[in-house]
């Protein structure tokens, strides 16, 4: 019963995405947040369900280019740009980087290889799809809804005690998933989490305000049993942040002295015993092996600074550079340039400068109050600076060049920015 409604499901959003392809956009990034064949393998044997949706979403796509009625400016920005500029260069890194042709053990490039150019191509095409607030804001939600059935599905793990030592997220049978990894798993919620505070301003009674924000504690929760210190890390970040950032001083104070008295209360053992360790790095084996990460990094770049020493090929080049168990940069950006060259890196590091800039600076909030579309982008804006930043700082531990998520949370960056822009200049000459 329940792979026929699942065929169901994807019949009918295959139709829509025909004649309405941006719901295909919106279900397809549902498939990659949410990963129900890991959460229901069952009812999803032998089912892809992103290429399920893409196919017909970039049929529709065709539609409505033959059409004309595809505005090609939502590329025409910063963040398009040096995405672009970020996918060419891994492009030249795996056609020209010295370790991509070797024999490899642990990732093989290829296959990664294909997966990414999936990943930014579906980018370039969701950006133009997304082009009104009213398809932004259902985007959107698809983080909300994705966010709280994880953090119901985590502490389910939790109260059923089906789960030892840190928690990672659903896998599928066949292995891999994006959430296999406790600190990928701890990101979905850090990242996550902020949508959920902001969009709670835009719930209008307060009882189903109050209590759309209380699974915010249970996402704490969620980060705690993954054990994640950079997850606990971006956690605080993104709180401190929304703070600061708030219009509402009072709410949004109120939540730092909560984590601290959540952490104390459910902070597990696991965690706990790892966070005494981020202070004291110097004593601390698994910081110790990413400072050691990061100068065998530094040396690849050095020595390979144009394509690196190879597309997802870090691991396979380490053994030329140490002795130790070979081991990730623990690090995006040292990561992306070993692997891709200082030009990726640097491409990468200007389309966050610019997101920041943008988001901190976005004068639409001036009129938050102008009309409900100006109003949802303004807590969108929010959402979106908040979640980015605790995604930096958890990027400086992490290597997460190639987590599917940063991607979504680009497509509603990018749209978001652009659409904001057109709303003040027509703000402007009215």
């Not at 599905?153 to 030592?165: E, K």
Request: proline share 4%; with cysteine.
């Amino acid at each position: 019963m329940g792979q026929i409604v699942v065929y169901l499901f994807f019949i009918v959003v295959g139709v829509y995405a025909l004649f309405r392809p941006w719901i295909g956009v919106c279900a397809a990034y549902l498939m990659v947040v949410l990963t129900p064949q890991s959460i229901w393998p069952w009812n999803f044997y032998g089912i892809r369900p992103f290429f399920y949706i893409a196919v017909p979403t970039f049929i529709g796509f065709i539609f409505l280019l033959f059409r004309g009625k595809i505005d090609f400016s939502f590329w025409k920005t910063k963040i398009s740009f040096f995405l672009a500029l970020t996918w060419l260069f891994i492009i030249l890194s795996y056609f020209f980087g010295p370790y991509v042709n070797r024999e490899h053990f642990i990732f093989d490039p290829q296959v990664i290889f294909k997966q990414v150019n999936k990943t930014f191509f579906f980018y370039f095409l969701a950006v133009l799809l997304i082009d009104n607030p009213k398809k932004l804001k259902v985007l959107s939600f698809v983080m909300v809804l994705s966010t709280i059935y994880m953090i119901y599905w985590a502490n389910d793990q939790y109260l059923s005690r089906s789960y030892f030592g840190r928690l990672h997220g659903p896998i599928p049978p066949t292995g891999g998933g994006i959430y296999k990894d406790e600190n990928a798993f701890a990101m979905l919620f850090v990242t996550g989490l902020p949508f959920i505070y902001y969009f709670g301003f835009l719930v209008k009674k307060t009882f189903l305000r109050l209590l759309f924000w209380l699974v915010i504690p249970l996402g704490w929760h969620a980060v705690f049993l993954t054990g994640s210190r950079g997850g606990l890390l971006g956690l605080g970040t993104t709180i401190f942040t929304a703070s600061l950032r708030s219009t509402h001083k009072f709410i949004g104070f109120l939540l730092i002295p909560a984590l601290i008295v959540a952490y104390v209360w459910q902070g597990g053992s696991v965690l706990k015993e790892r966070a005494k360790t981020i202070k004291s790095y110097e004593e601390e084996t698994s910081a110790q092996s990413r400072l050691y990460a990061w100068s065998i990094a530094i040396k690849m770049i050095r020595d390979h600074p144009f394509t690196g020493v190879g597309f997802s090929s870090f691991m396979e080049a380490f053994a030329d550079y140490s002795d130790r168990r070979p081991m990730v940069a623990h690090n995006t950006f040292f990561q992306l340039m070993s692997e891709s060259g200082v030009f990726a890196g640097l491409s990468f590091i200007m389309l966050f400068f610019f997101l920041f800039k943008d988001l901190f600076n976005n004068k639409l909030l001036i009129y938050k109050d102008n009309s409900p579309d100006i109003f949802f982008l303004c807590y969108l804006n929010e959402s979106l600076f908040v979640s980015f930043f605790g995604f930096l700082i958890c990027s400086l531990f992490l290597s997460l060049e190639k987590f599917e998520i940063l991607f979504f949370l680009f497509v509603l960056a990018n749209n978001h920015i652009k659409i904001s822009r057109d709303l003040l200049d027509s703000i402007s000459v009215t």
